[in-house]
């Protein structure tokens, strides 16, 4: 009887423990989440430029790190020439990060954007030679990749618009998991309610 009593108290003691030391966290957690998703949903560019910025920052660090490997290794220049040049082209796609992440982020995008308008293209001229060999049913191939090509060009000429959807994208996340803290908080303030009444 003695060992059950022990037992309840330490698990009591471990609730209450685990519910002063996760709690907070869990709802300042989800206070900064939404407070970030709701900054990001009002101001989409802007956010996307400081994370840019911030990415910019630490390839331009990873890039002295490699580039300052060599000079530590005892192999010398010889075993580290890889090392230096992928350091280089590092720093220096952080530097541009930096200075220009507007510009930066629509560069990726506009990388992002013709491979997707090829792999469409692809698609397209593939449903189109495979009509041609009478194969029915195919219809819904072509207008997939009509319609890919249209996104394609639609974001070729508005860049803005990725930037928009990609930020809102990582808005909704951060509102999902800010929900699943809150979720997490409102459980643990049933445990520690329960355990009250075992008190």
């Known amino acids: 009887m003695k060992k ?26 989800a206070v900064l989440f939404i407070s970030v998703a709701l ?24 890039g002295l790190y490699r580039v300052s490997m060599v000079f530590v ?7 580290g020439t890889f090392d230096v040049f ?3 082209v590092t720093f220096v796609l952080g530097v541009v990060f930096c200075i220009y992440p507007y510009g930066a982020t629509v560069g990726v995008i506009y990388i992002f954007v013709v491979m997707f308008l090829m792999n469409a293209l692809r698609m397209l001229f593939f449903a189109l030679n495979v009509a041609r060999a009478g194969v029915r049913r ?8 009509v319609a890919l090509i249209l996104l394609s060009l639609i974001l070729m000429f508005m860049p803005n618009l990725a930037i928009g959807v990609l930020v809102w994208f990582l808005a909704i996340y951060l509102l999902l998991y800010a929900g699943a803290d809150i979720y997490m908080f409102i459980r643990l303030r049933q445990i520690k309610r329960m355990i009250r009444d075992m008190d």
């Open 39 to 62: 900054l990001m949903m009002i101001k989409p560019v802007e956010i996307l430029s400081a994370v840019t910025f911030v990415v910019g920052a630490m390839l331009v660090l990873f």
């Open 138 to 145: 195919n219809i819904a191939d072509i207008l997939v990749s």
């Open 4 to 29: 059950i009593r022990s037992k309840k108290k330490d698990l009591i003691r471990l609730a209450k423990r685990v519910y002063r030391h996760t709690a907070p966290l869990l709802l300042g957690e």
């Open 73 to 79: 290794s005892t192999q010398g220049f010889t075993a």
């Open 86 to 88: 992928f350091g280089l």
